[in-house]
């Protein structure tokens, strides 16, 4: 096994530790059911209305498309191995991925300034109530990690080839052998090489982009 191979396994290992056992309990205390909690509001997903709604809380509503008889239930977020939540949004037969707590900021917390990413001002990542999050520049949100004790990757390194709002849009166009969004083709449209999209795409690098 090579030596970057064995970092990147002692590095999943340790993020495994630290988060899972808290994402275990966090979906063992996760309130599944779909009657409001106390304080609890929601809007519509921005370019899902009528599909999905998000709460103040961070919960994700899913509503029936017409004719499938399903009922409104409240899906189940998934924790990457930083921690964070993401939930997977299904429109028109297209599935993308989502930050829980983005969609959270963009439904509930105001952002005049159009700051580009989103803190956890607690350092819990996996808590997406509107309360701990705020609006932030790149270099707040290092600042903050700093100060938190939170580890850096990705953009935070100075040999960046990406900034954040390239990040979210290969993230969040990507399509597996497409000719127009897949690896190759956003590689040529981005200027890297693929295997940098597809580190982007898996997540192994530029993990504080949500």
């Not at 900021?105 to 105001?110: D, L």
């Not at 997406?128 to 999050?133: D, W």
């Not at 000719?179 to 449209?189: E, F, H, I, P, Q």
Request: proline share 4%.
């Amino acid at each position: 096994m090579k030596d970057k191979e064995k970092a990147k396994m002692r590095r999943n290992i340790v993020y495994l530790k630290k988060y899972l056992p808290m994402y275990l309990l966090f979906i063992s205390l996760y309130p599944f059911g779909v009657e409001d909690l106390q304080g609890e509001l929601w809007k519509w997903i921005k370019g899902y209305e009528g599909l999905y709604q998000i709460s103040n809380f961070g919960r994700i509503k899913s509503f029936p498309r017409n004719g499938t008889g399903k009922e409104i239930k409240i899906l189940r977020p998934r924790a990457t191995k930083m921690g964070y939540l993401q939930i997977c949004l299904r429109k028109n037969g297209v599935r993308k991925s989502y930050s829980i707590h983005r969609l959270v900021a963009e439904a509930f917390i105001p952002n005049p300034e159009n700051k580009p990413e989103v803190n956890h001002k607690f350092g819990i990542k996996f808590d997406c109530y509107f309360e701990n999050l705020e609006w932030s520049t790149k270099a707040e949100n290092n600042e903050h990690s700093i100060k938190m004790g939170l580890p850096k990757f990705g953009i935070e390194r100075d040999v960046s080839k990406l900034n954040s709002e390239q990040v979210r849009r290969i993230r969040e166009n990507y399509k597996p052998y497409d000719k127009k969004y897949g690896v190759t083709a956003l590689a040529k449209k981005f200027n890297v090489g693929t295997s940098t999209i597809m580190r982007v795409i898996q997540g192994e690098t530029y993990k504080n982009v949500d």
